[in-house]
């Protein structure tokens, strides 16, 4: 089992910047590929971001590229998610995920490719 805790969501403006936090326990940490998600009312659960075990491959939604950067600290079983020039659709619940799948590289996109997830933290852009 691998228990996922996210932190750093917020309200900001149009433009601003946060970091997201996933905080890992449980497994070891380090054998799992990475990934965020997020989720807006109505719409269904969207890939954002993904990070390989190793840190060598990182993955984003076209509509993050240039803005988002994930990476992650395996000492202490942490991933990150640095959101720069965000925009009000980037408004959602994001969810930070854990993979094990031997496949990842071509799956990383997918909700099923991920084993355990966390319980979201409230993003909030405002225009």
């Known amino acids: 089992q691998v228990q996922l805790v996210e932190s750093g969501g917020g309200l900001v403006q149009a433009g601003g910047s946060l970091r997201l936090s996933c905080a890992a326990s449980g497994r070891t940490f380090s054998a799992y590929a990475m990934g965020w998600f997020r989720q807006a009312p109505g719409s269904e659960r969207e890939f954002v971001a993904g990070?390989?075990?190793?840190?060598?491959?990182?993955y984003y939604a076209d509509s993050v590229k240039g803005r988002f950067t994930i990476s992650r600290d395996n000492a202490k079983s942490t991933m990150y998610l640095q959101m720069n020039s965000l925009k009000p659709e980037d408004t959602a619940v994001y969810y930070c995920?854990?993979?094990?799948?031997?496949?990842?590289?071509?799956?990383?996109?997918?909700?099923?490719?991920?084993?355990?997830w966390g319980q979201g933290t409230q993003v909030t852009v405002s225009s």
């Open positions: 995920a854990a993979s094990d799948d031997r496949y990842y590289s071509g799956r990383y996109y997918y909700t099923g490719a991920y084993r355990y």
């Open positions: 990070i390989s075990w190793s840190v060598r491959s990182t």
